[in-house]
């Protein structure tokens, strides 16, 4: 059973959006759809990645905020959104942004605060395998990520060859 986006609610404060819960959830639990009705091949701020070369636009998601401690994963695999772990009624919802973003539109400085914290959100591509391996990773950010390792090892065997 997938709850529908009616369970959350956008908070705004001083022109600052989030997006909270208006009920609690279990770690595992679907909480809602991600949108996928509008399918575009360039991202903007309200789009989520959900392939190598296409983004949707993600409706009222477009106001979860980004935490490198998340309580939620968009498994856009499924297009599903999905608590990373328990969450309680009034919390307010966060993701990784890395995980489904391979470059950002607009990269931003990370103020969550978390131990993990990566500071420079920018996208998966401007992070190390081992800031990534503790992450839900979308498969395109896996795929992209392989690619990526690949043609850096390919141009380091050139470059000894030379």
Not at 95 to 104: H, K, N, R, V
């Amino acid at each position: 059973m997938v709850s529908t986006m009616d369970t959350l609610t956008i908070r705004t404060e001083n022109k600052f959006r989030t997006l909270v819960t208006k009920q609690a959830y279990k770690k595992g639990e679907v909480m809602c759809a991600i949108p996928s009705e509008n399918i575009m091949d360039k991202p903007n701020r309200y789009t989520v990645q959900i392939a190598r070369d296409k983004h949707t636009h993600v409706g009222k998601l477009a106001a979860l905020n980004h935490s490198c401690d998340p309580n939620v994963i968009l498994d856009t695999e499924n297009m599903l959104m999905v608590a990373r772990r328990d969450i309680a009624k009034g919390e307010e919802l966060f993701f990784f942004y890395p995980a489904t973003e391979w470059e950002m539109n607009a990269p931003f400085i990370c103020l969550c605060g978390a131990t993990n914290c990566i500071h420079v959100v920018a996208g998966a591509r401007f992070l190390p395998l081992s800031t990534l391996e503790t992450q839900y990773l979308s498969p395109h950010i896996r795929e992209l990520m392989i690619e990526l390792l690949n043609n850096t090892e390919l141009h380091l065997k050139n470059l000894q060859e030379a």
